[in-house]
């Protein structure tokens, strides 16, 4: 398995049409009820990391917020690229190097968009990023699956159909990953095509101490989109809200 095996899924028609032909409603009332949390200043700057074709993105920008997104696939930056305004921008950049210091007053970090490289070193310059992109006292939303859940209700089969197109899906485990194998049935294709995802495992204080690290304080943790009290064993998600206290 190739540690850039993100850059070719990312890449893909396949991955956008398995993961982001979702309810865009659902997502939009996340967004809302983090803003109803959070209650940013209008014209508050926003850094989207991992941003995708910018869905979140233009839902903030559409709030009256500055918002920045920032994606490795070249695909989905080009779409993005659709919908800037002067106040919503969009970059192909890789999340492990530096981009801008002090600058934004919040940063996102959506939909367990994160723990995809071979090596710790590159998931804490990715924090590191984040962490020197807010301003001091800005804040960074992570949004991460739950270990313990996730092992606990991890569906090892299941087939999708969308559009005409077969995906079929196999998930497991070991120490330290999760993986997805997805098989791509598509009758334009001559033989299928596969992908294999690897996540790491990372654990509230995993994330506690990252953060950390790089001068960022932990301040809430929910367990849902919902924002729901976070439960070791029963919540699907880690929704982390941390400030930056040290620049």
Request: some cysteine; hydrophobic content about 35%; aromatic content about 16%.
């Amino acid at each position: 398995m190739q540690a850039t095996w993100f850059k070719d899924w990312f890449n893909s028609p396949y991955y956008h049409q398995l993961y982001f032909n979702r309810d865009n409603n659902e997502a939009a009332a996340f967004i809302d009820k983090l803003i109803d949390y959070l209650k940013p200043a209008t014209g508050s700057t926003m850094l989207d990391v991992a941003c995708g074709k910018g869905r979140h993105s233009v839902h903030l920008s559409n709030k009256g917020y500055d918002v920045t997104g920032i994606d490795l696939s070249d695909d989905s930056i080009n779409e993005a690229l659709n919908y800037e305004t002067p106040t919503l921008h969009f970059y192909k950049h890789d999340m492990r190097l530096p981009f801008r210091i002090n600058y934004f007053d919040y940063a996102f970090n959506f939909f367990t968009s994160f723990g995809y490289f071979k090596t710790r070193r590159e998931h804490d310059n990715t924090i590191r990023t984040i962490a020197q992109s807010v301003k001091k006292d800005g804040i960074f939303v992570m949004d991460f699956l739950n270990v313990h859940y996730a092992e606990d209700n991890l569906v090892h089969q299941s087939e999708k159909e969308i559009d005409g197109i077969n995906f079929i899906i196999t998930k497991w485990f070991d120490e330290t990953h999760f993986y997805k194998k997805i098989v791509v049935e598509d009758q334009s294709l001559q033989m299928p095509l596969t992908y294999t995802e690897k996540v790491a495992k990372f654990s509230l204080g995993d994330f506690t101490e990252m953060f950390a690290y790089q001068g960022m304080q932990l301040q809430e943790v929910f367990g849902d989109y919902k924002f729901g009290n976070y439960d070791v064993r029963k919540s699907p998600r880690m929704l982390m809200i941390a400030k930056k206290v040290n620049v």
